[in-house]
Every structure is written in C-alpha cells, then in structure tokens.
C-alpha cells in the first residue's frame, strides 16, 4: 500500500477519537439537556483547555484526509494536475485561517463566558449543562471511545484471525516478470499484491475508478469469477482483450498466471503475445500501379484525397471478409485474414480480392465520370507460417508480422506488374481454400529473394475471380486465365 493511502487510513482512524467529544457535547447534549450548542457555546468552552487542542488537531486530521482523499480520486484529470498549484495554496490557507478564527474567537467567547457582568447572561442564553450533567457528558465521551477502540479491537483480530486462517487456503499466483506468491482466497488480487509487496500500479487506489491495475490472465483464465457489467464496461472502454481483469476486482479462487499491463513508472509492460505468436495465415499485399507516375506535379493535398478515397473504396471489401489491415504502405497496404483455420483464412482472402476488384471496378467509373484516369493495381496473395508480435518499443509497438511469407507474398504483388494482372494468387493459398486446381493454369515463378519456386495463379481481373475458381472461366477471363505475357514464366 503506497504511503499517501497508508496514511489516508490512519488519519481516518483518528477522527472518531477526537470527534466523540464534540459530538457529545454538542448533538448529545442539545438532545439530552436542550443545550444551544452554537459556535459561541462550543468556543469559548473549550477555550484554553485540552480540548481545544484536540479540536484544532481534528479540524487538520480531517482536513489533511479529505486533500488526499480529492487528491488520490482527481489526480489522473489534466485539469487537476494545472490547478494543483492554486489548491495546495487552498489547501494551506482555509485551515490556517480557520485555526486563526478559533484563535481570535475562542479568546473573545471565554472571557465574556467567565465575565462576572456578561457570564450569567450568556450561561442561560445557551442554557450550559450543569455540573452533574457535565459530568455525564464526560462519561458518556468515554464510554464511546470505549466502543469505538472495542469494534476497532474486533476488526483487527477479525483480520489477524482471516489471515491466519488464509494461510491455509491459499493459492498461487503467479506473475508473468516474476514473482510468484502465495495469495489467500477473498483477497483481491491487488490487495495480494499489497500484503506480499509486488509492486502494481492502482491510481485510484483499488476502487475501480480507472483501469491500471489491469491485468491479463495468460493461464487460468477459466477459473476466475465472472466480472461485474461495470467492470466489462470499463474494460471495453479501454479495447482491452478478453482475457484482461481489474486487479483490484477480481478475486481469484484458483492458481493463475498474470501479467500485469502498467508498471508502477506507469509504462506499459510488454504482453506475453508481443512477444510473438505463430500462425499459419492468408495476407495480401496491394500496390497502386503508376502511382508515383501519376501524382508528380500533383499538390500533396490532392494525393493524400485520392489515396483516401481509393482506400475508403476498397478497404471495406478487406475488412468485410474479416481481414485486418497490417499496414498502409503509402500507395498500397499489406492485409492479414487472421481466422480460425487455415481454409477460413485463405477463403477470406479469395473473397477479398474479388471485393476489390468489383470496388476497384466501381471507383473506376467515378473516376473516368470526372475525366480522371483509372486506378489500376496489383495484389499479391499467399498463404503460409507467419510471426504475429509486436515490434517497437514497449509503450509503442505496433503489432506487425513477419516471416518468409510477407516477402513471398510481396515478391507475387510485384510480379503482377511484370505480367500485366491484378493478381496473383498462391497455389498454398488455393489448397487451403479447397479449390479444385486441377483445371486452373498456374504460372510457376522463380522469385527474387525466395528459396523456392512458388506456383501461382495469375488473375487478369480479380472481380472474376468467384467464376474463375468455380470453372466458369470462359465467360469472364477466357479458356486459358493466363495473360499471355504470364505463358512463358
Ligand atoms: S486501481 Fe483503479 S480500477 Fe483498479
């Protein structure tokens, strides 16, 4: 437990001994003796006696608690951390000048209280107990103390008793950077964290105001209580994964392993899938043809409107067959199909290509309506063992892949341009979508910077390629789907 909270608590504790006396005479005894406890009364009584010391310690206790309390709840807002340097001023002027009024008051109250001439006045106006009533006063404020030191007595062993008890049921937790500790089942997962000193980060102090005490549960998942909806919401709030959990509201009930999301500097710690996951996957590369050709002379603004408008037309073809876009590449993007299995990946892609060869098509007719030329492309489609993780550093790393098949699938993306088609689609890819290739043509091709010879099947227009695969080639790209620049590959 940070130190600020350790003494938020403390201070706390502390009211009701210093409050019990006032309380008493104040609410009690206007209850009990119809004293007028006003300002007046109350000042001048405690006046020069022990009494109004503890008062003055309890205006600061009370005070000190609430700045902690505004403090620990308001920090994490832009607007609190630009006013802080008006609030502390605040903050030290209100009880200073407070402790100067009790001061001013309290002095003036008691000499008119003991004056002989103004004294029986102003002991009838406020109607002061008498001195059997004073007395009762007195022992009723200790027997509240009593109590009150009773019930924080029982809390205490209470707490001592369910530790103990704990240590017989506790559980592993183990944390991904280490360490691993022994958790006792009840607690909250920050609260284990606290009682065995592992640093985690709560910057609303476990009350489920913010979410960085976020972990992710990377083993046992399935045996964690189910979160509260404000939990999911504040979750969702954050796009954090499934498998994320407010430390400081899950309690776990059995052995997990945990990575915590923030370190205590408040950097982001790297997830254990940054680190790289494999998967067998379907990408496609896509290039804007002449791209370079057709903006020279162009202003920046007029080529940054039409990559837009180019990729607001074929981007939701990507996205709508469940692909994700891994990156723009200026005129062109690499996407991935990121599915269950490798058949739904590569049949994604099919369906993608085709999308954007019937988008492409449509973005077409706008363009030569405003006397443009058309946009032409390349895509490049493959399937094989990719690394998904994140590269960069740790507070900004995009996720990315890698591995032998980007390059492969880049290299098909350029050798589009060489055989005058928009695609060319991966033998690997076609198998793993269950296409029959016995009656396609495939193109063999030696790739620069490629082990091995990949056949391919070169698309001449890719909206045709649903009537392609399906063996209705001869209505839409001919008997042979070969361009005949493709034929001697
Ligand atoms: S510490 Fe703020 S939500 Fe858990």
């Known amino acids: 437990m940070p130190m600020t909270e350790m ?6 504790l502390t009211i009701p001994f210093f409050l019990m006396a006032h309380f008493v005479h104040t609410r009690v005894a206007a209850s009990a003796y119809d004293v007028n406890d006003r300002m007046g009364y109350i000042a001048g009584l405690i006046w020069n006696s022990t009494s109004g010391w503890n008062q003055a310690i309890l205006l600061l206790v009370v005070w000190v608690h609430a700045c902690i309390g505004l403090h ?3 920090r994490v807002l832009p607007a609190w951390r630009r006013a802080q340097p008006v609030m502390v001023s605040l903050a030290t002027l209100i009880p200073a000048f407070a402790l100067a009024g009790f001061l001013v008051q309290g002095r003036i109250q008691y000499a008119r209280l003991f004056s002989p001439d103004e004294g029986p006045g102003l002991v009838a106006r406020y109607n002061m107990p008498s001195l059997p009533e004073f007395q009762t006063l007195i022992e ?14 029982l809390t205490l062993a209470i707490f001592l008793g369910r530790k103990y008890l704990g240590t ?54 399935d045996n964690v209580p189910q979160p509260s909806p404000q939990e999911t919401a504040s979750l969702r709030a954050v796009n954090a994964p499934p498998n994320a959990r407010l430390a400081c509201q ?47 002379g162009q202003l920046p603004y007029d080529v940054v409107f039409l990559l837009n408008r180019f990729f607001d037309a074929i981007v939701p073809s990507i996205t709508g067959a469940g692909g994700t876009i891994d990156k723009y590449l200026g005129d062109g993007l690499l996407a991935v199909f990121e599915l269950g299995d490798e058949r739904a990946s590569a049949l994604a892609a099919l369906d993608a290509a085709a999308g954007i060869g019937s988008a492409l098509h449509i973005f077409n007719q706008t363009l030569i309506a405003e006397k443009a030329r058309p946009v032409a492309i390349g ?34 993306e350029a050798k589009t ?18 296409k029959d290739i016995t009656s396609l043509d495939l193109v063999e091709l030696q790739l620069r910077g490629v082990a091995h010879p ?20 001869g209505t839409t790209q001919g008997a042979d789907n070969r361009p005949a620049s493709a034929s001697g590959a």
């Open 454 to 473: 990949i056949s391919a099947l070169a698309v001449e227009k890719a909206a045709t390629l649903p009537a392609l695969l399906s063996g209705d080639a």
């Open 7 to 12: 003494l938020q608590i403390a201070l706390g």
């Open 72 to 74: 620990m709840w308001l």
């Open 379 to 412: 895509m490049g489609l493959h399937l094989g063992d990719l690394v998904l993780g994140e590269i960069g550093a740790a507070d900004n790393a995009p996720r990315t892949i890698i591995g032998d098949t980007v390059n492969a699938t880049s290299r098909l």
């Open 417 to 434: 341009k060489e055989l005058g088609v928009e695609a060319l689609i991966s033998r690997a890819l076609l198998e793993a979508a269950g």
């Open 140 to 153: 009723l404020t200790t027997q509240g103390i009593a109590i009150f030191t009773a019930l924080l007595g």
């Open 250 to 296: 899950l309690r776990p009930t059995e052995p997990i392993t945990v990575l915590r999301v923030f370190r205590t500097d408040g950097r982001r710690a790297r997830a254990h899938e940054s680190l790289g996951k494999e998967r067998r996957l379907a990408i496609l590369f896509l290039d804007m043809r002449g791209f370079t050709a057709r903006t020279t």
């Open 168 to 221: 017989r049921k506790s559980l592993r937790i183990r944390y991904v950077d280490g360490p691993e500790i022994q958790g006792r089942r009840g607690m909250t997962l920050l609260e284990m964290s606290r009682v065995t000193g592992v640093p985690h980060m709560a910057l609303c102090g476990g009350r489920g105001r913010c979410t960085t005490c976020r972990v992710v549960i990377e083993d046992g998942a």
